[in-house]
Structure formats: structure tokens, C-alpha cells
């Protein structure tokens, strides 16, 4: 038999963020071979993995992060059992490093990011690995970018909500960046401005206030004057841009924009949330 020192349990620990005894009994297990205890540790994450996968992984954090000269960002969500792990700091460290690979590498989707590598193992490929170590449902159940002049981030304080807005030109204040990023957050707009909301969001909310209108025993002739004038109040409540400012309620975001840079607008922004 090996003879398995602390070292060396240490440094396994190191490679795979697995516990001292888990690590000491996949050397012994291994009979010393380093590589081959790390494989039965990723077995491990595979078991505990496929006999959870009926758990739903409703907790965890979302994170966003900018690129140095803010012309990029990205938001992650990794996803987990309780929200006891989800503040656990190993947890926290791993949904980090993937973040800066998808900051890095710019992937087109989630898929895509899974099969980048993070260390010596892709990104799906640690994350059933981390399943075994934590023993809890863990999945990668968000990705998303932007590329812009400026792009600015907001993570909300208990992490489990973020967003991303690109602004059309470079050099502006960050403040109003990350005032816009927590209009973003708190409104939950659907789209930047009226012109970009989807024809299916648009013939819904129409169908939505002609029914009221009938309901309330408004004339027929009147109903769909009536949804056009719900739909306009529609675009302003739920286009970014057409928004009540939450810092100064008295002008839309557009204004607040304008008051800046008379040109400055957004023009694009993500936001992800897993709040229950």
C-alpha cells in the first residue's frame, strides 16, 4: 500500500476542492495514483450527480462582470439545491471562475461555455465534479453578454439577481451607467424602447385591454381606441427608455440620458434573476 502523506492529500484538495477525508480515501482507494484519485472523485460527482438529477437546483447566485475596458460584460447563473450552499464561499469562488472564463473566451451560449475549460477539466465537466464535493444539483442555468461602447454591471446584495446595459458611447460617468444597470434590475423592462417589444407582447396586451374594455361595458365602438390607449401606457410602464426614472420620478430615462449627453442612449441590456 502507498504510503499517502498530507502533502499529498493536500494537494489533491487543491486540484479538486474535495474534502481532506474525501481526498485521503480516494489516494488510498487509488493506491497513490494522483491522477487516478482524481478520477474517482469526478466518478463520485457523476453518481451523486445522476441520482440528484431529479432535484430542482432553485438557489444559487448570479453574477455579472465588465471586461477592464468596459467594452464587454457577461452574466452567469449558477444554480444549486438550498441557500445554505449558495453563500457557501467554495461555491461563490466556482460560479467566479467560470465567470471570468465566459468574460475571457465570449462564448455564444451556455452550451458553449460548458465546454470551455476551467484548469485541466471543462466547465461542465467541474461542475459535476463540484456536485460530488458539495453533494448537492448544480447547473449552469444561465449565460449572457454584451458588447457595447460602455458596458456597466449591477449585482444586487443578496446575489441573486444581476444585470448588464451597453451604453452607445465610451467616457461616460459610471454613475450613470449603474443608475441605468438598477433600473434595469428594479423595473424589469421588456425591451429598450417601444419599437423593439416583440408583435406577440404587443397583440397580447392589445387583447388584454380590449377585453377590459368590454368588461367594464365600455361602447364597441370604443374598445379598441380604448387597448391602444392601455397599450401606450404599456410602452411607458415597460420600455426602459420610456420608464418613470426610480432616482427622479418626474422624467423617463431617455430624459435622465439626455441630461448627459444628449445623444447617449442604451442599446441593449440583460438582466437574470432567480429570487423566488
Do not use: W
Not at 53 to 71: F, I, P, Y
Not at 116 to 126: A, D, F, H, M, S
Not at 149 to 166: F, N, Q
Not at 192 to 217: F, M, T
Amino acid at each position: 500500500m502507498a504510503n499517502i502523506t498530507a502533502a499529498d492529500v493536500n494537494k489533491l484538495r487543491q486540484r479538486t476542492g474535495a474534502g481532506m477525508m474525501d481526498c485521503k480515501k480516494a489516494l488510498v482507494e487509488a493506491d497513490g495514483d494522483f491522477d487516478k484519485a482524481i478520477q474517482i472523485i469526478r466518478e463520485k460527482g457523476m453518481a451523486v450527480a445522476n441520482k440528484r438529477s431529479d432535484r430542482e437546483a432553485t438557489e444559487g447566485v448570479v453574477l455579472a462582470k465588465t471586461s477592464n475596458d468596459k467594452s464587454k460584460g457577461v452574466i452567469i447563473s449558477l444554480n444549486c439545491e438550498t441557500d445554505f450552499v449558495a453563500k457557501n464561499v467554495d461555491f461563490v469562488q466556482l460560479a467566479e471562475n467560470i465567470l471570468d472564463v465566459a468574460l475571457t473566451n465570449m462564448p455564444s451560449n451556455v452550451d458553449e461555455l460548458k465546454n470551455i475549460k476551467l484548469g485541466n477539466v471543462t466547465i461542465g465537466e467541474k461542475i459535476v465534479e463540484q456536485t460530488g464535493v458539495i453533494g448537492e444539483k448544480l447547473d449552469l442555468s444561465y449565460f449572457a453578454k454584451v458588447e457595447a461602447s460602455m458596458v456597466t454591471p449591477y449585482i444586487h446584495s443578496d446575489k441573486k439577481l444581476a444585470t448588464l446595459v451597453g451604453l452607445n458611447k465610451a467616457g461616460v460617468d459610471e454613475q450613470v451607467g449603474k443608475d441605468v444597470a438598477m433600473q434595469v434590475a428594479a423595473m424589469d423592462p421588456v425591451s429598450v424602447d417601444q419599437d423593439q417589444v416583440p408583435q406577440e407582447v404587443i397583440e397580447k396586451e392589445l387583447e388584454i385591454g380590449r377585453n377590459q374594455a368590454l368588461a367594464e361595458g365600455k361602447p364597441a365602438e370604443l374598445v379598441d381606441k380604448i387597448a391602444q390607449g392601455k397599450l401606450s401606457k404599456f410602452f411607458k410602464d415597460s420600455t426602459l427608455l420610456n420608464q418613470a426614472f426610480i432616482k427622479e420620478n418626474k422624467i423617463s430615462v431617455k430624459q435622465y440620458l439626455q441630461q448627459t449627453d444628449k445623444d447617449l442612449t442604451v442599446t441593449e441590456f440583460k438582466r437574470f434573476s432567480i429570487k423566488q
